[in-house]
């Protein structure tokens, strides 16, 4: 482990909140973040689209902050030491250039509809990916939050065959991520490039995470 990253953890107890395979091997893996608590937040990811209508941003900051919330809420259940803690919560959603949402979409048809609309038919073939983040510094008693986000623009290979499509929806992967597929593996195929951070569109973006627990160890 790298001095930097000994120096974070020397000062907090790092703590996912976050249930999110991709996201915890960003923090445990390329971080170097290891031994690093999992819990998962209580908040309900309902909140109402029709009230963010053209500001998806605004959403995903809203629902991040809400799971921070939560778990400040929840904090007397879920750590009993006192130590002080650096927990990360965060929210991801992909939206079009007309800035509809598009979240997990549980069924295999709504998967293969998104990704035939994000090939075929999204202006420019962009899709964007933002991902909210919102620290939780916590000393036992008292708690802060520091808010921030990231967006990265997708750029889908309007060429790409039908058939490929198909294949991936078939393979079950996507399917519990934003906008139904990963940047990883086989849907790698249809994307021509990307503008911004590559982990950003994985569930977090390294470099401003690192970035902002840096600065809560100055």
């Avoid at 899709?127 to 990231?150: C, P, Q």
């Amino acid at each position: 482990m790298c001095g930097v990253i000994e120096k974070i953890t020397s000062k907090y107890e790092v703590i996912l909140a976050s249930s999110s395979p991709s996201r915890y091997e960003i923090v445990s893996e390329t971080m170097g973040l290891k031994d690093i608590k999992v819990v998962k937040p209580t908040f309900e990811e309902d909140l109402d689209k029709a009230q963010y209508e053209n500001d998806p941003i605004r959403y995903v900051r809203d629902t991040s902050r809400g799971k921070a919330q939560s778990i400040v809420a929840d904090a007397d259940k879920l750590f009993n030491e006192c130590n002080p803690k650096l927990i990360i919560c965060a929210d991801t959603i992909m939206f079009d250039n007309d800035k509809v949402i598009y979240e997990k979409p549980i069924e295999r048809d709504v998967q293969l509809r998104n990704l035939s609309k994000f090939c075929y038919s999204a202006a420019d073939n962009v899709i964007n990916v933002v991902t909210a983040v919102t620290l939780i510094v916590f000393d036992g008693k008292n708690h802060k939050l520091k808010e921030f986000y990231e967006l990265t623009k997708i750029f889908m290979d309007h060429d790409i065959p039908r058939e490929l499509l198909e294949d991936y929806v078939e393979s079950g992967d996507g399917l519990q991520v934003a906008g139904g597929f990963k940047i990883q593996g086989l849907s790698a195929m249809i994307i021509k490039k990307i503008e911004g951070d590559y982990y950003n569109v994985v569930g977090l973006p390294l470099n401003k995470t690192f970035q902002a627990m840096w600065e809560e160890c100055k």
